[in-house]
């Protein structure tokens, strides 16, 4: 960011591949990396890999802790998961990192087939998912959900802070087959040690309770969705908040519970609206035949501009204004369309 004459903050490219926390908002840096060397401690079979983006992906904190136990595979994310394989195989725990988007659309065949089919312990590590970064549609891996939750064998994990991550690295260590974390780099805000959790595999969490409205929600935006719940409180609207930190596999029961209620039930995700949680939480619904209208909250089905965050984040309806907004609509009946509503084609499910 860039100050002004008239003394207000300027939003610049810089926020690009910033954090996404809130100015003044608490928060941790590098909560990835620290785990991975203090679980390597302990550990002597966890080893490191990156596709040269080591400082991008905060692995250059594991690098630096155990230099011997780092494997530097250059910009090859094929090759390096197709090593990563080769190395559990004699019994090493990999940690392999690059961008989401390269770990997915490009290396599709290599983590399928190397590596969920005989079911490997590696685990791959996506910075930089969904809207986490300004750099356009060749950096925002906005539907790397949609991609790998049809993956076999494959565990998939969105943390909402530091405080997921953190206990989610010796999780997935101890998992014994594949995992992808979608990782938050960087100066990642701390919000969960304020609400009694702890991360539990495969586990929803509920971390508010309300009357009114439940908000279903994953990864970074249930640190929104506690923001809009205490929000939409000062309007006498109260909001459970029920975050899902496991993908897949998907806590149904816990979905079932919050939703087999009278209440508004709105799902929100830092992921295109096909093929994420929305379409989960409807898909839970319909084939235990309950009753209930979803109203996701998610990017468009469409590649996304470039820009700093902020904007982006207002643009696509995944700020906090944007969802109490979409909320108060919602409860008010007038249902006003947002850029994250379901597409025209096909339409919303009501299950």
């Keep these: 960011m860039t100050t002004t004459t008239s003394g207000k903050k300027k939003l610049t490219t810089s926020a690009m591949i910033a954090s996404f926390a809130d100015p003044g908002q608490r928060t941790t840096s590098a909560p990835f990396g620290h785990a991975l060397a203090r679980l390597a401690e302990e550990r002597p079979e966890i080893v490191g890999l ?7 992906t905060d692995m250059h904190i594991f690098r630096d802790a155990h230099p011997n136990r780092f494997f530097q595979m ?53 910075a930089l998912p969904g809207l986490t970064t300004g750099y356009g549609p060749s950096h925002q891996a906005t539907e790397d959900l949609a991609i790998l939750r049809a993956c076999p064998n494959l565990t998939i994990v969105d943390p909402c802070d530091s405080v997921d991550i953190e206990q989610a690295v010796p999780a997935l260590a101890a998992t014994p087959g594949p995992t992808y974390l979608r990782l938050l780099r960087g100066a990642v805000p701390t919000v969960l040690d304020e609400y009694d959790y702890r991360f539990e595999l495969g586990k929803a969490a509920e971390l508010r309770t309300g009357r009114d409205v439940v908000l279903i929600s994953t990864g970074l935006m249930t640190m929104r969705a506690l923001q809009a719940a205490a929000r939409l409180e000062a309007d006498h609207l109260d909001v459970a ?37 929305a379409e989960s939480v409807a898909a839970t619904l319909a084939y235990a035949g309950a ?3 979803v109203v996701p909250i998610a990017l468009p ?13 207002d643009r696509y309806g995944l700020s906090t204004d944007a969802i109490v907004a979409r909320v108060k609509a ?14 025209a084609d096909p339409a919303p499910p009501t299950v």
């Design 50 to 56: 990156s596709a040269d983006l080591a400082k991008y």
């Design 74 to 126: 250059g910009m090859a994310e094929q090759a390096m998961l197709g090593a990563a394989a080769g190395m559990a195989e004699v019994g090493l725990v990999p940690f392999a990192s690059t961008y989401s988007v390269f770990a997915t659309r490009r290396a599709y065949d290599f983590l399928c087939l190397d590596i969920a089919e005989p079911g490997l312990n590696v685990n791959v590590v996506g």
């Design 241 to 277: 908040v029920l975050h899902v930190p496991t993908i897949k596999p998907l806590d149904r029961e816990a979905i079932l519970r919050a939703a087999r209620t009278d209440r508004l039930v709105v799902t929100l995700e830092n992921h295109t609206v096909i093929g994420g949680l």
């Design 291 to 293: 009753s209930a209208r």
């Design 301 to 313: 089905d469409e590649f996304l501009a470039a820009g700093a965050l902020p904007t982006l984040h």
């Design 330 to 343: 919602e409860l008010g009946g007038t249902a006003a369309s947002s850029d994250g509503a379901w597409p």
